[in-house]
């Protein structure tokens, strides 16, 4: 196939993909709006990678993106950094989340623990992004906000659904037991895993301990609050 077929081709197929992207993500819509730019991660040479992995030179990326040849040269050398606008174009005509354009060389696990003030980072006008996942992704879940009495605990069965977990500290000190390795939080430590890993929860605070929980089952007859939490 030529390089301008394959051009048409994926024109057609990232269109949908763009539409369906711009739906799902209004902070994405909120951020373009404001004009703003995201300049702390080296996203010219994600986005380097990401090109020569579709077999695409700089000139066919930009007619599929509807973007400067220039433009996206200066971008992957570094030398300019992009608006969100622009990493929606670039996200449609490459077929990738935009957030592939920010992964680091962090080596995906299915446990993600990190500390308060590790997190990577993406600056724009009004504030900064921080990354909770390190790489690892979330479906939909309901977050809720957790308070523990002192020393509480989710018993002896360890607990094991679908899904992902995340949590978040905000007060007090939570240790969560996963696979017989022990993470403890801190208020801003968060922590993301695979919930098929048999796991424990204990406040090992003197004092209650408050948290943002939020579970995501991938099956919706999956009710995990129900394991993790017994009425009182």
Not at 37 to 56: E, M, P, Y
Not at 67 to 93: D, H, K
Not at 127 to 151: C, I, Y
């Amino acid at each position: 196939m030529s390089d301008h077929a394959r051009i048409k081709e994926l024109q057609v197929q990232n269109k949908r993909h763009y539409n369906k992207c711009r739906k799902s993500s209004p902070i994405l819509e909120s951020l373009n709006s404001a004009n703003s730019t995201l300049t702390s991660i080296d996203v010219g040479r994600n986005l380097r990678t990401l090109r020569a992995k579709q077999g695409l030179s700089i000139r066919s990326l930009a007619e599929l993106s509807g973007l400067n040849v220039n433009t996206l040269s200066l971008i992957e050398n570094g030398r300019t950094s992009p608006s969100v606008s622009t990493l929606q174009q670039l996200s449609s005509a490459l077929a990738v989340s935009i957030t592939e354009f920010f992964e680091t060389d962090i080596i995906k696990n299915n446990v993600s623990y990190q500390k308060s003030g590790k997190r990577t980072q993406a600056t724009f006008a009004y504030g900064t992004l921080a990354d909770l996942g390190a790489g690892m992704t979330l479906r939909g879940g309901q977050p809720l906000l957790v308070t523990l009495e002192s020393k509480a605990n989710s018993g002896p069965t360890p607990i094991v659904h679908t899904g992902h977990e995340f949590v978040f500290c905000l007060e007090g000190r939570l240790a969560y037991t996963i696979e017989d390795y022990v993470y403890v939080l801190e208020p801003g430590d968060s922590l993301l895993f695979e919930a098929h890993l048999p796991h424990y929860w204990q406040n090992v605070s003197d004092s209650i301990s408050k948290s943002l929980l939020i579970m995501c089952p991938s099956d919706d007859e999956d009710h995990p609050t129900e394991r993790h939490f017994k009425a009182g």
